[in-house]
């Protein structure tokens, strides 16, 4: 069973250039997750979709920050444009609505931002 | 709201030594309480959870117990050994009432030979 899959793995990008980060989901799951990991701040969450509707968007730091999920495979953060402090690793993770909400992470997207 | 509050470290032991990371809860509910573990340069991934008052999840050595009256969930393992050097993080979980999974800070532990 394939798990969470994000791409790219990593992405070395310059200030002002738009970055954009997928991520395919567990087939079956209907709640998709995106997180940011620092040093400084931890593990934090931007936004959740649950049946590819945004449910809670709070965690997004500015209107640079975007997300999709046009459909139940398929995710896109977007970030535009792009700023040194932007440089995180980026986590797609999903679950299933039936359970106890267990959370199943792809391996991330190391962003570096120039 | 629901939060989780942990040790943040880091967390420094000798092989075979004993670990206690401590982690305490706030729920207006029922949460389902996890420990998750992040090896250097991958995902989180789950170590093991338990869904009510008084449970015991265990794997690979690790054990926590659900533990209502004190509100906690502490991670125990006797006997660690280097390849347990990664950071752990305490979560919690109201769903399917709500699939907002709160994480606290995280613990890194490294293990020295």
């Known amino acids: 069973d394939a798990g969470v899959i994000q791409s790219p793995r990593h992405e070395v990008t310059e200030m002002g250039q738009e970055v954009t980060l997928r991520c395919k989901p567990i087939?079956?799951?209907?709640?998709l997750f995106w997180y940011r990991q620092t040093m400084m701040r931890g593990l934090e969450l931007l936004i959740y979709f649950n049946n590819n509707v945004p449910i809670d968007d709070s965690g997004m730091p500015e209107d640079r920050f975007s997300a999709k999920m046009p459909n139940a495979s398929f995710s896109t953060l977007k970030i535009q444009p792009s700023e040194p402090r932007d440089s995180a690793v980026y986590f797609c993770?999903?679950?299933?609505?039936?359970?106890?909400?267990?959370?199943?992470f792809g391996e991330g997207s190391r962003l570096t931002v120039l | 709201g629901d939060s989780v509050t942990q040790m943040e470290g880091p967390v420094t032991l000798s092989e075979e030594a004993f670990l206690t990371i401590n982690c305490t809860y706030t729920?207006?509910?029922?949460?389902?309480l996890f420990w998750y573990v992040q090896y250097p340069g991958e995902g989180l991934q789950l170590l093991l959870k338990a869904t009510k008052a008084d449970d015991k999840g265990s794997n690979k050595g690790f054990e926590a117990t659900y533990r209502k009256e004190t509100t906690s969930f502490h991670l125990e393992k006797g006997s660690v050994q280097v390849s347990d050097s990664a950071v752990y993080f305490c979560?919690?979980?109201?769903?399917?009432?709500?699939?907002?999974?709160?994480f606290g800070a995280g613990t890194r532990l490294t293990v020295k030979p």
């Open positions: 979560a919690l979980s109201d769903a399917p009432a709500d699939n907002d999974m709160r």
């Open positions: 993770a999903s679950s299933s609505n039936v359970g106890t909400g267990e959370l199943f």
């Open positions: 729920a207006t509910g029922y949460p389902s």
């Open positions: 087939s079956g799951h209907n709640s």
